[in-house]
Structures are given as structure tokens and as C-alpha cells.
């Protein structure tokens, strides 16, 4: 779904004419992770600031919307599904967060070891997402 985003974006930049360097043909990873990166944060930040803002306007007290929910009964596939999609951008801002980190050292700067650790970062973040969905 996001190669055809891209792409979608590229194709858009070659019709309209404009100047080569503001359209990028080919997608690097490390560029991609970058954007989600930023992308996370923001998801997260608005995700707190609606959970706090419900908080306080929603009539009920948390456990009454989580009996709510369990009231539904959701089968289990799709609870988990819920928590790894809730959990993935947690992992993985932090993950490239600590390579960002690593990079302000000034480590892991040649463009073979960047694409290592962008691997490095979304196999972990995968990883330790289906470990914290399942519990």
C-alpha cells in the first residue's frame, strides 16, 4: 500500500513539472524511515492528547469503557490485532529514537551501516511488538 502511495506521489511530481530535485524517484529506506519516524510521533502525541481530552469530557470512568469493550465480545484475534497496531509506533519511534541517539554520536554514519540499522530497527520493532501484544 505505501510503494503505491509513493509511487502514486512520484508519478504526480513528473506531470507536474516540477524542478528534479524537489521530486525523489527513488524512495531510500533510510529516508522512508524517517518520515514515519516523524509520522509516529505525531500519531502518538495526538493519540495521548485525545485519551487525555476524552478523559475528561466522556461521561464514564475508564473501567466502565473497558467492560464496555469487553462486553462486545471481540474474538481474539482481533483484540491482538488492536494491541500490536496500538503498540507498533511505540516500539519503533523508540527504536529509531535510540539510533537517532547512536547518530548524534557520531556512529553508524557510513550509508551501509544506515541501512543496517534501519533493518536492525524494523525487525525489533516488529519483534518486540508481537511480544508486548501478547501479553
Not at 478523559?55 to 494491541?83: C, D, H, M, Q, R
Not at 544506515?114 to 501478547?134: D, E, F
Request: glycine share 8%.
Amino acid at each position: 500500500m505505501a510503494v503505491l502511495l509513493l509511487r502514486h506521489v512520484g508519478r504526480h511530481c513528473l506531470r507536474a513539472h516540477l524542478n528534479p530535485q524537489l521530486c525523489v524517484k527513488n524512495w531510500s529506506l533510510p529516508m522512508v524511515m524517517s518520515i514515519c519516524h516523524r509520522g509516529t510521533g505525531m500519531a502518538m502525541a495526538g493519540a495521548v492528547s485525545l485519551f487525555g481530552l476524552s478523559s475528561l469530557l466522556l461521561p464514564w470512568n475508564f473501567e466502565s469503557y473497558l467492560e464496555f469493550v469487553k462486553s462486545l465480545s471481540l474474538g481474539p484475534a482481533l483484540i491482538y490485532t488492536a494491541k500490536f497496531a496500538l503498540v507498533f509506533p511505540l516500539t519503533y519511534h523508540a527504536g529509531n529514537g535510540i539510533r537517532h541517539l547512536m547518530w548524534d554520536l557520531g556512529k553508524g554514519l557510513a550509508i551501509p551501516q544506515v541501512y543496517q540499522s534501519g533493518v536492525a530497527v524494523l525487525v525489533l520493532s516488529v519483534l518486540s511488538s508481537v511480544v508486548l501484544a501478547a501479553m
